[in-house]
């Protein structure tokens, strides 16, 4: 399978597994930060060093086993619309879809593992999956790392564990995120109050795409902050304890929600759900907030006869670089919300 | 602390900021630290975190000591002085740990409330280290297994003690 097929798919095959808690948790990501010895780190590095760690890389692909059957591709080699479609599907950051450097992707094919390569650290390998299965995802994440150090001389020291460009990773490497859906805690206003209160618990809190974005479509990443000192099923299973409770405040708030008015709540789910299905016109911000809202009716069982897949289908497909693909030139930002209502419409119209 | 520009809500943003090697601290309320990094051309949501933890790294904001000066020296690997990582955020290479071992202990310290890895160790670099990790976790659980006197798991953790304390010497008498 080529990347061209890959990025051809409407859904990332990953999305498509159904996670447990999949009412709130929409997906869960391991993030593991690795460095090759004596070689500087990205920022740093000039462009034969850098090339050196691609080539080290790629040399240690083609050779495992284990990684057998993972795509290889050069950033270079895309176009700046592939690479962001890899950005909007969660497989490379901001930083590793801009132009310039020498940088890599690597992928497996249901898109549930990508390892960046030159982004901030020399290796940054990740692994996605539906619903909260930090563990499941660890485990993914742990074995690819494993592959790859069999070919590859990692920067580790007893002492501080993974050596990484930014102190903040050090020690494990890892970032362990778990994405939750919590329409109901912000219109309850209790959002800001939750948000302080994992942080005292050492987690933070950040938008859809990571660091640096907004929280869009009442969707937040949880992560932990903390890299040294702990192993890794630790800060999985802290991590887990602390997402654990606003899962479970969410849930609560939710049923608050019904309790209280019922009516308001159902006409909100039903004003969304006809606006989206009806609309010619929809931008990006719209489209998150309604489908924020027909989700959460999905849920509680107001809306029936949609999956509640559809969330995270249309997050994806309806940001620019996937509209602009299924049109194949380039949209204006009035061209891409018509094209996006358009879209929306038929794929949330499956109820008869 | 109250903030420092409307003298009235408390001041829950500190901002560090290094220009040049000029180091400026501020200690506003959300509401201010809003305009002000409007001001400087930043947003929140687009803040960077390397910079501002570059920020943080100004020696006496890390300790509340003068702390160590930034020595003139270079990594000998990478060529990158601490004053480079102060402003970036980032160290150069893998040897830079060394290099600023000392400068980096109290920023492990503030960031991590830790300075000693306890988590995973590569195959192949450290099996021994490992091992020896291993054991002591399993060590640890046949202690808890016979205070709780639960007896079959216990035998069953003994058993892998041995097994990974015959490799550990076989490691050993091999290299």
Not at chain 1, 262 to 279: I, N, P, Q
Not at chain 2, 151 to 168: G, N
Request: aromatic share 4%.
């Amino acid at each position: 399978m080529s990347l061209r097929d890959i990025l051809s798919r409407p859904v990332s095959q990953w999305m498509k597994g159904q996670g447990p808690d999949r009412d709130v948790a929409l997906g869960s990501r391991i993030r593991l930060a690795r460095n090759l010895r004596g070689l500087p780190f990205p920022a740093v590095a000039d462009e034969h060093q850098a090339a050196e760690v691609v080539r080290q890389v790629r040399e240690a692909v083609s050779q495992s086993p284990e990684l057998r059957g993972m795509l290889f591709v050069p950033m270079e080699s895309l176009s700046p619309l592939e690479r962001q479609l890899l950005l909007e599907r969660h497989l490379i950051s901001p930083d590793h879809a801009r132009e310039g450097g020498r940088k890599a992707v690597v992928l497996r094919e249901d898109e549930a593992v990508s390892v960046m390569v030159n982004e901030e650290d020399h290796l940054r390998i990740q692994a996605l999956m539906p619903g909260l299965q930090l563990a499941a995802a660890w485990e993914l994440a742990d074995k690819v790392d494993d592959a790859l150090e069999q070919y590859l001389p990692y920067a580790f020291s007893e002492q501080r564990g993974y050596l990484t460009a930014c102190p903040t990773n050090v020690g494990t490497g890892l970032r362990a995120s778990l994405m939750l859906h919590l329409p109901a805690l912000v219109s309850t206003g209790q959002i800001n109050r939750i948000i302080q209160a994992v942080g005292r618990f050492g987690l933070v809190v950040r938008g859809l795409y990571g660091e640096g974005t907004q929280a869009l479509g009442n969707i937040f990443q949880f992560s932990n902050q903390v890299t040294l000192g702990h192993t890794e099923s630790d800060i999985i299973q802290h991590l887990i304890n602390v997402t654990r409770q606003v899962i479970d405040q969410e849930r609560e708030a939710r049923q608050m929600l019904l309790r209280r008015d019922k009516m308001a709540l159902e006409d909100r789910v039903a004003r969304a759900y006809g606006t989206l299905a009806h609309a010619r016109v929809v931008s990006s911000q719209e489209a998150l907030q309604m489908l924020s809202d027909v989700r959460l009716g999905i849920d509680l069982g107001i809306l029936d006869g949609l999956k509640p897949e559809i969330l995270q289908e249309l997050l994806v497909a309806i940001r620019p670089a996937h509209l602009q693909m299924r049109t194949g030139r380039e949209l204006s930002p009035a061209e891409r919300d018509v094209l996006r209502a358009a879209l929306i419409r038929e794929r949330i119209a499956v109820r008869s | 602390m109250l903030c420092e520009q409307c003298k009235q809500a408390p001041a829950t943003v500190h901002i560090t900021q290094v220009v040049n090697d000029v180091r400026r601290e501020m200690h506003l309320c959300e509401q201010c630290a809003a305009q002000v990094t409007g001001d400087l051309g930043l947003s929140w949501p687009t803040f960077s975190f390397n910079k501002l933890l570059g920020g943080l790294l100004a020696p006496d904001s890390v300790t509340g000591l003068a702390g160590a000066p930034a020595t003139g020296g270079r990594c000998p690997n990478c060529g990158l002085s601490f004053a480079d990582y102060r402003r970036m955020g980032l160290l150069g290479c893998s040897q830079c740990y060394e290099t600023f071992d000392r400068q980096l202990e109290p920023v492990l310290r503030r960031l991590h409330g830790n300075t000693v890895h306890t988590g995973k160790v590569p195959l192949r670099q450290a099996g021994r280290l490992r091992i020896e990790r291993e054991l002591e976790r399993l060590r640890q659980e046949l202690q808890e297994a016979i205070g709780k006197e639960e007896y079959e798991r216990a035998a069953v953790l003994r058993d892998r003690i041995r097994m990974l304390e015959k490799q550990q010497q076989s490691a050993r008498s091999g290299g």
